[in-house]
């Protein structure tokens, strides 16, 4: 079984700052990485996903993967009091997705 | 908006009581997932279907059993509620490597 490991946080972090998630992960085979978000309440959406080494933008979020140390990582940038969730990463296994617990963000006016 | 509803939303059953979930899509999709949501365990994945009557267990399955007689219909008994199986149900399906999620059923068993 895959493993996904996140701090729980919460992290809190002021509007317009660099809110920077954590991911890292159990098996060194795993080719494609998943950030969901999830307001209370609601439930997960995709936001980004990321197959390869390096950096992948998509406007305010980054996701940055390091599969030699097996981390992967989300940047929010300018955040919001909107980005306020909390942040799941996934990994695929052979049949569904592996999630880790979650880090629970708050964007501070 | 993957097309997925879930119904109950919303559901308070007593122990010993048989209680049943729906995840209905529109889209064809083959692959659906029943997970459950935990504070501090984060999404568990309970059953899944990868076909008409083609199912198979996940990582918490006991308690649950599913069905799944049509490409849109994927059903989630409890057979007897018991109290830890409170918990906030997921409905997902999976486009690609990629899993999209229902709104959710929030299950409360007294």
Redesign the interface.
């Known amino acids: 079984?895959k493993e996904v490991e996140q701090n729980?946080g919460p992290l809190s972090v002021p509007e317009g700052a660099i809110a920077s998630l954590n991911c890292t992960y159990s098996d060194r085979g795993s080719q494609?990485f998943?950030w969901y978000r999830q307001y209370s309440g609601?439930?997960?959406?995709?936001i980004m996903?990321i197959y390869s080494n390096g950096d992948k933008e998509d406007g305010r979020f980054t996701a940055q993967l390091n599969k030699a140390s097996q981390y992967v990582s989300l940047l929010i940038r300018d955040s919001q009091p909107s980005d306020s969730a909390t942040y799941?990463c996934?990994v695929?296994g052979a049949?569904?997705?592996f999630?880790?617990?979650?880090t629970r963000l708050t964007v501070i006016p | 908006d993957a097309g997925i509803t879930q119904s109950p939303r919303h559901k308070v059953t007593e122990t010993g009581t048989p209680v049943t979930l729906r995840c209905h899509q529109t889209e064809n999709h083959r692959y659906m997932y029943w997970y459950r949501q935990d504070p501090g365990h984060g999404l568990r994945l309970i059953h899944y279907s990868y076909g008409v009557k083609d199912t198979d267990k996940g990582e918490v399955s006991d308690g649950y059993s599913v069905s799944r007689s049509k490409t849109e219909d994927f059903l989630l008994t409890l057979e007897s509620a018991t109290s830890s199986q409170t918990s906030v149900y997921f409905c997902a399906i999976s486009e690609g490597p990629t899993e999209f999620f229902g709104p959710g059923t929030r299950l409360t068993v007294l």
């Open positions: 079984q729980s494609s998943f609601k439930s997960p959406e995709l996903s799941l996934a695929p049949n569904n997705l999630f880790g617990t979650g």
